[in-house]
């Protein structure tokens, strides 16, 4: 029944839009075809519930509701209020917090809110008081003058992009790099790990405002605990940007010290990686941050999506189901997999090893860059990105890695078994790729050769796996 009705439901969708722009609704199935028939290993990709999937297309998305449930700037928002109420109150029973704003469209935007929440909490209000005013408009020019360039002059500590940071953690050519005086922390040279002696070292030194905990391609577990205390030893607040692995939290995989939400402030995510939900995102405040990160708008947002609020609700439920805990333990549980794998057909990990959802593949003892191996892999079917390891000799374009990741084929029923296979299929393409030469003959970062017969015999082979595990099994599209 359910099938039938999801099947239907998408085949008509797909006939409106095709009434209109045709080429819309054909890139539409294609994509499903595509998504359907490849080896998905971006760690920051999954595959949305239909549910959740539905949820986005509605009226809802027609709304504007610049403002905080109850409070908005425009009427007739009492729908809205419902479905942000929901989200929020599901963000907070999961994540155990204190308070959830789940207005934020993207993950950026809520590393945004989070650090203009932190600048207006510690610098601004403060400023405020002394100048013996409520709000900036209460202020002369020349004392704006003066807030405004305390503001902008703030200290920030995040983990440096090659050690598997994000860009918005400091990175210079990012805003939070411009805006903030920025140090970065980075991994032990030797064993690829958090060194958290080296961090409070570093923090004691700069004495930042604010210490970002968080990654996007560190292949292991971080302790908050250690964190914030590193933080309140140096008067910062400690802000955790679990984008990548808010999964393992909501599933109860990382746990103590491990589970970001009770040692932060401030924690911000996504939705819509490993957590499987709308693409979007949310922040989480403890009671001393929440009437500051409550005024994301108009701090620096505009009108919420609501239909994406509606959506991360129903995320939100899903993740709430015993059956995400299952999930998520199976998520690290493949990549145990796929990372022995790797180590038992000999090729080189960064830190030898995964315990989150992510293994970073250094492939230079194949002789090949990042880019050539991430090209070569997709020659044969299998969906991966090149990723900087520490130190890398080939910069962040062309990289010495590739970052794999097991939420989405998890999502799909792959286990231990399917991902020992897909070790092996990348040991196979990657050792019968070789690295090619420009025009001029000289040695080349980018091309490669693939050896003949090599992508045909992985894409058979992964399509073996791919029909078993279908995607979406039961949504067929007339
Ligand atoms: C993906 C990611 C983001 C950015 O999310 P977007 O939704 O792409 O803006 C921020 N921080 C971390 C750690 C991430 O992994």
């Known amino acids: 029944m359910t099938d039938a009705l999801i099947s239907s439901a998408y085949s008509q969708a797909l006939e409106v839009i095709a009434s209109v722009e045709p080429r819309i609704a054909e890139a539409t199935r ?3 075809a595509d998504q359907r028939g490849s080896l998905k290993l971006i760690a920051s990709e999954n595959y949305a519930s239909p549910a959740v999937l539905l949820t ?7 709304k504007y509701a610049e ?11 009492q729908n809205v209020d419902t479905v942000e109420t929901i989200a929020a109150e599901h963000a907070r029973e999961l994540f155990g917090a204190d308070y959830a704003y789940v207005q934020p469209h993207s993950g950026i935007d ?3 809110v989070a650090y203009w929440s932190i600048l207006a909490h510690r610098v601004e209000s403060p400023a405020l008081e002394k100048l013996g005013a409520k709000n900036v408009n209460e202020l002369t020019d020349a004392d704006w003058e003066k807030v405004r360039h305390e503001l902008g002059n703030q200290r920030l500590l995040g983990m440096s992009l090659d050690a598997g940071g994000h860009l918005t953690h ?19 040279p030797e064993t690829g790990l958090l060194d958290y002696d080296k961090v409070a070292a570093k923090a004691r030194e700069f004495k930042p405002l604010i210490l970002v905990a968080g990654y996007s391609a560190y292949p292991r577990r971080v302790n908050f605990a250690k964190m914030r205390e590193i933080a309140d030893e140096v008067g910062a607040t400690l802000m955790v940007d679990m984008a990548h692995f808010a999964g ?6 990382f746990t103590g010290d491990e589970d970001p939400v009770p040692h932060a402030q401030i924690t911000t995510t996504t939705t819509h990686k490993s957590l499987r939900g709308p693409r979007g995102g949310m922040v989480l405040a403890n009671e001393e ?3 500051s990160v409550d005024r994301g708008c108009p701090m620096v947002l505009g009108g919420p999506l609501s239909h994406m609020m509606a959506a991360k609700a129903v995320a939100l439920a899903e993740a709430r189901q015993p059956s995400f805990q299952t999930y998520a333990q199976q998520t690290a549980d493949n990549a145990k997999s796929l990372a022995e794998g790797f180590l038992t057909r000999g090729a080189d990990l960064v830190t030898g090893g995964t315990d989150n959802h992510i293994v970073l593949l250094d492939v230079s003892s194949f002789g090949l860059t990042g880019r050539q191996a ?8 299998i969906v991966t990105n090149r990723n900087s390891v520490p130190s890398d000799p080939n910069g962040a374009w062309y990289t010495s890695g590739i970052r794999l990741g097991t939420p989405a084929l998890t999502t799909r029923g792959f286990g231990h078994d399917e991902f020992d296979n897909v070790a092996d299929l990348i040991v196979q393409v990657l050792s019968n790729t070789e690295p090619g030469t420009n025009k001029a003959g000289a040695p080349s970062k980018a091309t490669y050769a693939l050896a003949e017969g090599v992508a045909d015999k992985a894409k058979d082979a992964a399509a073996e796996m791919l029909d078993k595990h279908p995607l979406y099994p039961g949504l067929e599209l007339t």
């Not at 986005?56 to 027609?62: H, L, Q, Y």
């Not at 403002?67 to 928002?77: D, E, I, K, L, N």
């Not at 805006?179 to 970065?184: G, K, L, P, T, V």
């Open 30 to 32: 294609q994509e499903l």
């Open 56 to 62: 986005m297309g509605t009226w809802f998305s027609d």
């Open 67 to 77: 403002g905080t449930v109850g409070h908005r700037f425009y009427a007739g928002c």
């Open 110 to 112: 809520a590393n945004l």
């Open 170 to 188: 400091g990175f210079r050519p990012n805003i939070s790099g411009k805006m903030f005086h920025q140090q970065q922390y980075g991994t032990d």
């Open 248 to 253: 393992l939290v909501a599933g109860k995989v």
């Open 289 to 291: 941050f929440a009437p």
């Open 374 to 381: 991430e090209s070569a892999l997709l020659d044969a079917g």
